[in-house]
């Protein structure tokens, strides 16, 4: 887990954005600063869904007659635990969308682990909290598939077969369990889209996915789906050995912003872990100064008045963003 910089990572970085396969890179131009906001929230409570009003509102304006698809994170079920996005914020963005008249919002995950979906769904909450929850619900490991290839190549999986349904909609809305991680130190935004590769043709867990280069695969993923939106489950989060067996760590925010890359660098220095040292993120941004704090417009609190140092396990201790 080193963090200098790979020939493929400069490589990747010397190309700027985001191209479509065999076209020529467009003569690179200035980004502008991406915006993340963090919204103090303490506790599961019906504040919440105004929170969540706002930040949709801030981050996508008018979204009728518009497909949305919310992609929470849905992993194990252990009671007391914090390994999923708790359903009350998933409720909390599918109620906004509604509201603000989008043609279709249907919530979807792909489980690596359990096969029976709708039982874990059921016991992580979601049926109870969200009225309707099986109608508008869509596992992605059985969805009919499309062939992929990213537009940016990372990892050695030259093409990749993903769900229709997730590739159809005008907006993927990624919503996290803000965690760490045993393999790449942290799990949030961009790793939550391994819940969209279908173990119907991976299988369970999706080890095929770890075989190519996880943290390639991560950005691989990403470049996949443009059109995003991130909402991070911080209210309670987990450290120590995550995303599964780590301890619940209450942190008491939302992080949201339409550029996942900024909102994981974000997230990370919220749980004091230097994002530069976070290979995915590296790769996904390709030019690194895209994540330094001053290249990010910080709206709503300040990171220094939420920061939270997450428990990490020996294997990251160097990972941890100094003072």
Known sequence: MSSKFTRREMLAMAAGGAV????????????????????????YDQSIYDKVRRLVCEYVGDVKGRSILLKPNLVEFEPESSINTHPMLVHAAFEAFRELGAAQVRIAEGPGHRRNTMDLADAAGYFSTVPDFEDNFVDLNLDAVTRVYPQRQFSRMQKIYLPKLALGADLLVSMPKMKTHHWVGATLSMKNLFGVVPSGIYGWPKNVLHWAGIEECIADLHSAFPRQLAIVDGIVGMEGNGPIQGTPKHVGVIVAGNDPVAVDATCCRIMRIDPMKIRYIRLAAGDPGRITESAIQQVGEA?????????????????????
């Open 303 to 323: 990171i220094s008045s939420v920061a939270s140092p997450f428990h990490l396990i020996p294997e990251f201790q160097k990972f941890r963003l100094e003072a």
């Open 20 to 43: 479509l396969s065999g076209c020529a890179p467009a003569e690179r131009k200035p980004l502008a600063p991406a915006r993340v906001s963090v919204v103090r929230a303490p506790a």
